[in-house]
């Protein structure tokens, strides 16, 4: 797997403490929730929600069937079952985006929000996204905004030298990117994806106004100035409503992993291992205590 490109690894982190409770980010949390609730179908088969963390946003996914909470850090997903090991409608699977050890067409609804952003290849990640989605279901993608109004106006004051206006993707830190709208419809289009509403997210996230503003005064603008997302993004974060691609045929119901090394379909645990049928991969996977662990195969 050498040619798999860099992954930002939150395993062991402390990010539910250190980045979302009691950090000041209930604002970022809410508005988030209502551009999701904007564009996500309500209820559902099978969903999947990718970089799922420790789950902040999992009891969003109360009318489907099935979620799977995708993740590359057993840590973080360990932190979700913990709160949420009672729902059986819920599967902790840990792995790498690039290689998802799903069957082709499994998810009628992907959600993505606050992780595209370490994404380091873009389109070898939509490419992978379109295979296992189910036709016709929907993709909700958040993405960091590189034109946004704070970057064009340090741009504009020479106090940042990338331009916000440009169509490439942006590293500001090591593995996290900021995206140009029009560049994220390029890719999304590029394998079959369809690019609907856009939603703009977050537009006073500015220390001073959080500080100086009722949360809940400003979650209200926000949530008014999020409608202009079809018009013109300035925000620092986009939501994206996302067609899936109409073409393939939906996977049958009971089939669900597949090897993410060859894409060979895998069969039934057996002792605590998925094992691959292949003969020519002959990988397997280690499942413990309802964690599918994707990462490494084991010997
Ligand atoms: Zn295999």
Redesign the pocket.
């Known amino acids: 797997m050498s040619d798999i490109p860099p992954v930002c690894d939150y395993e062991g982190s402390d990010y539910r403490t250190r980045f979302w409770e009691g950090q000041g980010r209930d604002y970022e949390d809410q508005v988030e929730r209502i551009a999701l609730r904007r564009l996500m179908p309500p209820t559902g088969e099978t969903l999947i929600e990718i970089g799922a963390g420790y789950g902040r946003l999992a009891n969003e996914y109360h009318g489907y069937n099935k979620v799977v909470l995708f993740d590359y850090s057993r840590s973080l997903l360990r932190e979700a079952q913990a709160h949420l090991g009672d729902d059986l409608r819920f599967i902790y699977v840990a792995g790498n985006w690039y290689n998802m050890p799903f069957v082709d067409g499994l998810f009628s609804t992907m959600v993505q929000i606050r992780t595209l952003h370490h994404a380091a290849d873009v389109p070898a990640l939509f490419h992978e996204l379109a295979r296992i989605a189910r036709p016709h279901g929907r993709y909700i993608l958040e993405f960091a905004n590189k034109k946004n109004l704070k970057a064009i106006a340090r741009y504009a004051a020479r106090r940042q030298e990338w331009s916000p206006f440009t169509g490439e993707p942006v590293e500001f830190a090591a593995l996290n990117f900021d995206f140009h709208p029009q560049w994220i419809r390029q890719q999304l289009l590029a394998v079959g994806f369809a690019p609907q509403r856009a939603l703009t997210v977050s537009h006073y996230r500015f220390g001073p106004l959080k500080k100086t503003i009722p949360t809940g005064l400003l979650v209200k603008l926000d949530a008014i100035a999020q409608r202009t997302g079809n018009w013109w993004q300035l925000s620092p974060s986009v939501f994206l409503e996302v067609h899936h691609p109409a073409s393939g045929s939906p996977t049958a119901p009971h089939h669900f992993f597949?090897?993410?090394?060859?894409?060979?379909l895998?069969g039934a645990m057996v002792n605590g291992r998925l094992a691959?049928?292949?003969p020519?991969?002959?990988?397997q996977w280690r499942v413990e205590n309802g964690l599918y662990d994707f990462k490494e195969p084991q010997n």
């Open positions: 597949a090897c993410p090394t060859c894409k060979t895998l691959c049928p292949n020519a991969c002959g990988h």
